[in-house]
């Protein structure tokens, strides 16, 4: 039966070694993320979870997790809207003002009717 639960007891703190290590990553990435934070402190936070890296990591999420999320959730957006704009200028997407336009232009040509123009506008603006 000790052998079962030594099994259990590497799998827990398997576990916990590895949660830990993502917390300690994640808290690297958000001090070189944080563009308020200055050097000093910055290296005063690192100093801290090499030497100090249970309590450092447990006061950091404390003092800064609010912070810590808006900084990854900014990052995200950031990286969405990157993403958005390189695809759209690889697709050769129009914006809505340009399709628009293009759209009244083929009205007033004659060439599509009312109910055709507020289809297309209706369609460019989502």
């Not at 039966?1 to 703190?13: A, E, H």
């Not at 070694?17 to 050097?39: C, E, P």
């Not at 004659?110 to 506008?121: M, Q």
């Amino acid at each position: 039966m000790s052998n079962f639960w030594d099994t259990v007891w590497l799998i827990l703190m398997t576990f916990v070694l590895v949660a830990y290590l993502l917390v300690l990553f994640q808290i690297i990435v958000d001090l070189f993320r944080d563009k308020n934070l200055g050097g000093f402190a910055k290296a005063v936070w690192f100093i801290g979870l090499i030497f100090l890296p249970f309590l450092t990591a447990l006061l950091y999420i404390i003092a800064r997790g609010r912070g810590m999320s808006e900084r990854q959730v900014a990052a995200v957006h950031e990286a969405r809207a990157e993403t958005d704009a390189y695809i759209r200028n690889i697709a050769g997407g129009k914006s809505a003002a340009e399709q628009i336009a293009e759209a009244k232009a083929l009205l007033d040509a004659g060439t599509i009717n009312a109910e055709e123009f507020a289809k297309l506008k209706a369609r460019a603006l989502g």
